[in-house]
């Protein structure tokens, strides 16, 4: 992942539980992504994960005590929330939901708390009966009531105990992206967004298939961001079996399915995004049984094409709806990527090329051009597909 959260500060508050000993990889996790990372804890917290370790990792000092001697400052507890951008709080255990929940201030984690008035995650843990308390759900209550504060959902799983409920805490993936999406500015909030992604399979047999080298990285990567700035997004897949999106997705095989998926979806949509790369030709017929290996015969496939879902769309596009389209070419790129967004009625066409090293299937980057119906275009260098995301993202926001 490209550094989506550099130059952020993020504070991570650590109470009590035994979900203490996940917080070294979150805070791995935050400073891959490019934060700075500093820690505050309970005195219950040092139980279960060292400030060694936590100093390590972070590359900053850890505040435990109110009144320590070596603190930085003599208010630690009102520099650290007027340094950070956000504040995770994980684990957080029924005692200290209980502590922020009624404005208690006894120790260095609560009193930080109560000076943070930016965003702030609470990733709650604990016993399934604990968490079913009626004191525990009315201080989560209360905390919902804070308009800058959100909850993370427990988990379901083994517990600590040695028993299987719901009440884990979140994983450091899952709270890092609670911390990207609330860092994220919500410019896509209101907007209903389909996005296409993966390769389309077209079956020969029941053990065969047609099918192309996409890995769906960019239409995931789209959609991760369209999420992320508030937009309600459908995510219409291939297959992909090394992506994942955390928001509405519709699993499609064939070019068939999402051609029926798209033209169902994009009545009600603002935005369509169509990075999948679907075959253009299926077999006419699909074999019910594995077809045989017969030596010295030849086999021949009669093939039909498939819809034209671009197309299809860009004819029956309405006033306001934006449409995007992907062309990946191997020659003459720049006149097939515009001819494509002519001729399918495009708003907006990426041109991807195989020419260019690092590009193209399955990588990580990618390089991109796109192309505007007035003949203007834009061309970026390569990139993480996470950062032409932001771009291609970005055209849609200033032309749409």
Not at 165 to 170: A, L, N, P, S
Not at 188 to 195: E, M, P
Not at 249 to 268: G, L, R
Request: aromatic share 6%.
């Amino acid at each position: 992942m490209a550094p989506i959260l550099k130059g952020k500060h993020i504070l991570i508050g650590i109470s009590g539980g035994i979900a203490a000993y996940k917080i070294p990889e979150l805070i791995r996790l935050l400073v891959k992504a490019g934060a700075e990372v500093r820690c505050c804890t309970t005195h219950n917290a040092l139980q279960f994960v060292t400030p060694l370790v936590l100093e390590t990792l972070s590359n900053n000092q850890v505040y435990t005590d109110v009144f320590a001697p070596h603190n930085e400052h003599q208010t630690e507890h009102i520099s650290l929330p007027d340094w950070a951008d956000l504040m995770v709080v994980a684990p957080a255990t029924a005692n200290i939901i209980g502590k922020m929940a009624n404005g208690i201030a006894d120790d260095a984690l609560s009193t930080t708390f109560l000076a943070m008035h930016k965003p702030v995650i609470v990733a709650p843990a604990m016993n399934e009966n604990m968490l079913q308390h009626p004191a525990l759900q009315r201080n989560l209550q209360t905390l919902q009531s804070f308009p800058h504060l959100t909850i993370l959902k427990c988990d379901e799983g083994f517990l600590a105990c040695g028993t299987t409920g719901k009440g884990r805490m979140q994983e450091p993936q899952d709270i890092l992206d609670a911390v990207i999406c609330a860092l994220t500015p919500k410019t896509l909030q209101g907007k209903r967004i389909l996005i296409t992604a993966g390769p389309t399979q077209e079956n020969i047999d029941p053990v065969r298939f047609i099918s192309n080298y996409s890995s769906g990285k960019m239409g995931y990567a789209l959609a991760d961001l369209c999420r992320r700035k508030g937009a309600e997004v459908t995510l219409v897949s291939g297959p992909a079996p090394t992506q994942s999106f955390r928001g509405q997705t519709i699993q499609v095989n064939s070019a068939e399915q999402m051609y029926q998926a798209c033209m169902q979806i994009f009545p009600q949509t603002d935005i369509a995004i169509l990075a999948a790369a679907v075959a253009d030709f299926t077999p006419i017929e699909t074999s019910e049984r594995k077809i045989k290996h017969q030596s010295g015969d030849d086999l021949s496939l009669h093939l039909r094409t498939t819809h034209d879902i671009a197309a299809e769309l860009g004819s029956r596009k309405k006033q306001g709806q934006y449409l995007v389209g992907f062309a990946l070419e191997t020659d003459n790129e720049e006149a097939n990527a515009q001819r494509k967004l002519q001729k399918k009625n495009l708003d907006m066409i990426v041109l991807n090329s195989l020419q260019d090293a690092g590009a193209g299937f399955s990588t990580d980057t990618n390089r991109v051009t796109l192309f505007f119906p007035d003949r203007t275009q834009q061309t970026f260098p390569l990139k993480d597909k996470y950062e032409v995301a932001e771009d291609i993202i970005s055209a849609i926001e200033s032309n749409s």
